[in-house]
């Protein structure tokens, strides 16, 4: 497994890589690597030649009054989890690499971003898309994978890459749990020993979602009502929005549709926790 | 010389040219061609094996009250022309081609695009960027080059592809002018007979400030007076702005150095017409 630092080294390899007829998979991250990341990366391992990551904490995507210095990092631990994929390259720059002196240019995407995260973290997908967009131009990889526990996110890439006309598959990777259900996330680890118990309430509100849309329930205020309810009869928690929304728009629906996403963001303890499910209707 | 409508066309000729190990030279034009368009495509031919140009009048550089529906068109000739240099490949895309139904994505430079045309055409660099990024994707050239005239324009595009890790190099080519020294513009053809006598104070206020700073003037102020009364002499004529800044950063200077850039715009009749010059001081 090899380590970069600087842009040309990783442009280097991918060059070499492609032209030798070996395709590329890649897996952006900000690192403190959890077992979702690492099926991202298997994921790649199983559809591509090479597979390469990055480590990267942007700190364009971050409002000035979120968790970018306190957001966790372990490099050792993240290259030897990393070599159990294996990854054959990681990219891990410093970030002065990736935004030098004068750099000013910035790309967004409107529609899909413009509610749930993209309201309670203005600028955020725009940090996220522009460094992503970064991280194409330098890995130039064939395929590029996301995790679906950041539904909106992987949206936005998506949008992103087809309206850019970039040549770069992106695809999802489904959300890893831990055994009670919680959705693997870096951000776990602020949860305090009750506050973990509490944050169970985030997918077991989306079962209690999926049993009422089974159950012929259709309509959305109903539903949003009872998993708020749920999530909020746990202690610590504040919902900051429950929203059943369009998977490719991720605009609101009025009426339960036969594929419908219900997404989550939730405070619990000083942790910010998103979640998500797509509800199938009959 | 291949004529496309179509994004994948363009891409794979693209991709068979730099398969079989020669260089693509690139130059987007808005289409109603002059000898500025054509300097530019005989530059790329001399440096690339291979040219391809674009004709597209892109909408979303155009504001509300802009001339998008007036832009002068004339396919035809500008094929003819072309094929003089020759031009291996022209891209001729329809709007939706470029932008489909959902399209919601925008590249936005910030600081380089804050004065000068930024400040009289809002979102303007913003279109610019953002189509010429999905030009640099679809066509993917060693080299793209874009005329001086439109300097302003040549420094967001170089900031830009360094911003973003581009792997294009951006190259300037020279202004070409009108015997009477008239930058050549799609645009002059918006001029009445007596507007296009006026429009000579243009570039005779460029020779101005380069005498000027020859005899000794570093004095911004008395310049940017001179040159504003110089041109404000010609009737039809309404000077938007005349500035000295410095050529990297597009920002006034105080005082004029080695290399400063004197930018105009200039309204004549209903054309709003733009030229500048670069004067050095020893």
Redesign the interface.
Known sequence: MELFKR?DEV?TWSRRTRAAGLTVGFVPTMGFLHEGHLSLMRQAREKCDRVAASIFVNPMQFGPKEDLAAYPRDLDRDLERMSSVPVDVVFHPDPEEVYPP???????????TRDLCGRYRPGHFTGV?TVV??LF??VEPDLAIFGEKDYQQLVTIK??AR?????VRVEGGVTVREPDGLAMSSRNTYLSGEERKSARALSSSLGLARDMVAAGQRDPARIIEAVRRHIEDHPHTRVEYAELVDPETMQAVDRIGPRTLLVLSVHVGRARLIDNAVLTAS
């Open positions: 842009v442009r004068g750099y000013q240019t910035r790309v967004e995407v409107t529609d899909v898309a967009l970064k131009h330098i949008r992103m309206d850019l006309n970039l040549d």
